[in-house]
């Protein structure tokens, strides 16, 4: 008999040719089974209930006409019609008797499967629609999936509810919205044997990032027992995020992993009730720890690999575990609908149509513009009260705003300068941003509607109400490459996968304090000497951070190398250089148990901080956790394009110590193609440049501290802030003098600071043949097309 006229094909003679047959599930399944299961993928065995099997109930049984009668009268777009129309094709479709032909055949079906793996054989009955899971439409979910199926009569039901389930309310709505006739899609069912995660766990895996579309990751979710909570949104799941690219060379690439909540699973119910799983609540024990293992994450994503692969296009996936075998397995593959049809050619830019009344000016930072309800708050004890989407205004920030920073839909703030902290953090969140205002506070009232504007030049305004603005794209296919090097600034790792899509040549400075901030939030020898700890409020707090780890001090270690390769991975192959920690001692102050180990400084921006902090007998333990987590990164994950830069070196000495304590922790310049460059942020750095390049591979100028220390003033003082101006003639002495000398003597040179975004400046550097300059991501666009602009002056001058 030909394929077309059978009611059961099993998975072993079916494959992606077979979707008007099978419906998508089941050809993906039947593929995969004969495809991949000899590349070591985990397939459970299993048929299909055919397409033409469910043409044949619906002709049989008379129910076609009933069944366009109902759907005529009902109104798609009332939800009471669509409910009522809904509900009687599903009743009239469970009131009918299968044929007894199919009866047999689905039998027939399960029992070979009895034979096989044992009488009354659970099994999982999922619905695959034809028109299922085609890579421009999703269905995915809309039909219904039965779970611990057990017995002949359980299953024939089972099937007759599958049929039922292509008439949900949702299923009705997606296809009259998407234009697909209801009698042109059919429905199969897939009768596979059941893995038994409710003994262990399960999950779905994505082969692109689902919020970004990063195609060169894998994303793992997974909960405790059944998949069907997860796909559901049930539970907030375990994440595990790893990097392709390196995995299929053969390293460790996990990039992040995040522990989920996991307060429920779903086992099965053996309480004689129609029912056949339930919900219960997990243990203390199982919401503090991953569901799987590290290997296992990697197991997975490598397979993920391999169906990607095999399929030419990123893939949506489900898993489970067996805890019975301990095997894993994959039950489903779709293609991925929604990231892997974007256009990433194009970039926006944010303009005002309108002027309304100017509440406050200051200085602005990035480039986008912002809109929402003032909220001011002058205390760090009242940023509780902060709601999300707000805009944040108040005098200053330091790192202990950053949670609510993250919230706000744009921040104003009375003080402070472009390099300050409230500027620094919010080019990393992508909020616009106004800083230095004087009275913002005193001028926008509680609860107003503000409009932030940093889309005017250097000057922020916030203007009152909701001002009209546009976003214009921009097609980046026809952007040309300068010869210098157009780089990016980076903090915040999950950031990094949408800035990789601007135009770039690798990430110039990744700051290592946001991560240490954001995800660590303890003193690194708070956690090396967790044990002797008095306070024990701080060892309260330390240990609902770091639930799981046993040894505190790879708390650290994990965290901080997880978001480094985040931004390692996003921008792979090309240059990725991170800065190490550089937070001043009342910054480092401020994170959990900080104060226990930190002095009091009068002066911290130029007191204990940078280079001098690594080789310090009361210190270098601390950076020797920063070293292990780097060299993970490198060594472990394969992301050998991270490259070490060193802050606030003073003196030449003071270099060759940090050398020193890199090379002790398996950090060699020059080994496995390291390379290690310093700040040029300090007269110092300049006038013995030349001394500098014998020791490391490179420099990077650090405008905003070089500006500071050049004009003897404090940058985030707004008494003499007219007077700090990277322009200042003496400040760009220094600069042409070390690009000069680091040209001499064959080393790189770039800059990090706030400068390089500034178009005269960004000149200025390309007259003297700067390598490249590294922008926030909201200026990488601009700033491309200033540097093309002046090497084409350049060319004719």
């Known amino acids: 008999m030909h394929k077309a006229d059978r009611f059961i094909l099993w998975f072993d003679e079916i494959n992606n040719l ?27 065995f299993g048929f299909a209930v055919t397409a033409h099997a469910y043409r044949y109930f619906l002709h049989e049984e008379a129910l076609d006409a009933k069944i366009r009668a109902i759907l005529k009268k009902t109104n798609p777009e009332n939800a009471r019609s669509l409910a009522q129309g809904g509900h009687e094709v599903r009743q009239a479709l469970m009131a009918a008797e299968l ?22 054989v659970d099994v999982a009955v999922r619905s695959s629609a034809t028109a299922e899971d085609l890579p421009d439409a999703s269905f995915a979910g809309q039909q219904d999936t039965y779970l611990n199926i057990r017995g002949e009569s359980a299953l024939l039901e089972s099937c007759k509810r599958c049929f039922a389930s292509l008439f949900t309310n949702r299923a009705i709505h997606y296809r009259i919205d998407k234009g697909f006739d209801h009698f042109k899609v059919a429905l199969s069912i897939g009768v596979q044997l059941m893995v038994r995660s409710d003994l262990s766990c399960s999950g779905v895996m994505f082969s692109i990032d689902t919020e970004t579309g990063f195609k060169d990751v894998v994303l793992v979710n997974g909960i405790w027992g059944l998949g069907e909570n997860i796909v559901q949104g049930r539970v907030n799941p375990d994440e595990f995020y790893i990097h392709k690219p390196t995995l299929m060379k053969g390293f460790r690439p ?14 099965y119910s053996n309480e004689g009730s129609k029912e056949t799983t339930k919900n219960i609540e997990t243990s203390f024990a199982e919401r503090s720890s991953y569901i799987i293992s590290d290997e296992e994450a990697l197991k997975l994503a490598r397979w993920a690999c391999v169906i990607e692969s095999h399929y030419q296009r990123p893939m949506d996936m489900e898993w489970a575990k067996d805890g019975k075998t301990r095997q894993l397995f994959i039950v489903q593959a779709r293609p991925e609908t929604v990231q892997s049809q974007k256009d990433f050619s194009v970039l926006e830019e944010y303009r005002i149509v309108e002027r309304k009344p100017i509440l406050v000016t200051g200085k602005s930072v990035g480039s986008k513009i912002g809109q929402g309800r003032a909220q001011v708050i002058r205390h760090t004890a009242d940023i509780g009260q902060f709601k999300d989407g707000n805009i944040l205004v108040t005098e200053m920030t330091d790192p202990d705003w950053e949670p609510v920073m993250k919230k706000a839909s744009g921040i104003i703030t009375n003080r402070g300068g472009r390099t300050c902290h409230a500027a620094i953090i919010s080019r990393e969140l992508g909020i616009p941003c106004v800083v230095g205002t004087s009275n913002a ?53 999950e950031q990094a996968f949408e800035s990789s899509f601007i135009p770039n040549d690798g990430v110039g400075l990744a700051r290592e304090e946001f991560i240490i901030n954001e995800y660590i939030r303890i003193h690194p020898k708070a956690l090396l000497h967790y044990h002797e700890l008095k306070d024990q409020e701080v060892k309260k707090q330390i240990d609902a951070l770091t639930i799981g780890f046993k040894d505190k001090k790879q ?26 920690s550089d937070f001043k001692s009342n910054e480092y102050a401020n994170l959990i148990g900080g104060h226990l180990f930190e002095p009091k400084e009068d002066n911290p921006m130029i007191g204990w901080r940078g280079a001098s902090r690594y080789y310090a007998k009361n210190y270098k333990e601390a950076f020797a956790l920063e070293c292990i987590a780097l ?26 110590k940090v050398m020193g304590e890199l090379g002790k922790h398996g950090l060699k310049r020059g080994k496995n193609h390291l390379e290690v460059y310093v700040m040029c942020e300090i007269p110092s750095n300049v006038i013995l440049a030349e001394q500098f390049a014998e020791l490391f591979d490179g420099f990077s100028i650090g405008s905003n501290d070089l500006t500071q220390l050049t004009l003897g003033l404090d940058r985030d003082s707004e008494l003499v802030s007219h007077i700090y101006d990277e322009r200042n003639e003496a400040v760009k002495v220094l600069i042409a ?20 975004s500034i178009p005269a400046f960004t000149e200025f550097l390309v007259q003297h043949h700067i390598d490249s300059v590294s922008v926030a991501p909201e200026a990488a666009l601009r700033t491309r097309v200033t540097v093309l602009n002046a090497e084409e002056k350049l060319r004719h001058s």
């Open 99 to 120: 044929p007894p032909a199919l009866r047999i055949a689905i039998i027939d079906a399960y029992r070979k499967l009895c034979r096989k793996y044992g009488s009354d």
């Open 555 to 580: 708390f650290f270690i994990e965290k901080l190398a997880q978001g480094v390769a985040m931004i390692a991975a996003a921008f792979y192959p090309k240059e990725v250089i991170v800065r190490m």
């Open 18 to 44: 077979d979707v008007p047959l099978v419906g998508g599930k089941n050809a993906s399944l039947g593929e995969m089974y004969q495809k991949l299961t000899k590349k070591g993928v985990n397939i459970p």
């Open 441 to 493: 506070t005193e001028k926008i009232k509680p609860s107003q509607k503000v409009t932030i504007s940093c889309a005017e030049g250097e000057t922020g305004f916030v203007y009152d109400g909701y001002v009209r603005f546009k976003v214009v794209s921009h097609k980046l296919g026809s952007l040309k490459s300068p010869l210098t090097k157009v780089m990016l600034n980076l903090g915040n790792p």
């Open 737 to 756: 003098s070390v690009i000069n000398k680091a040209k001499s003597h064959k080393r790189k040179i770039g800059i990090c600071g706030e400068a390089a």
């Open 631 to 656: 060299k993970k990164v490198r060594d472990e994950m394969g992301l050998v394009n991270l490259k070490i830069m060193i802050p606030f070196c003073r003196t030449v000495e003071e270099g060759k």
């Open 254 to 267: 996990i990039l992040s992993k995040n522990l989920g909540d996991k307060k429920l699973k779903m086992v």
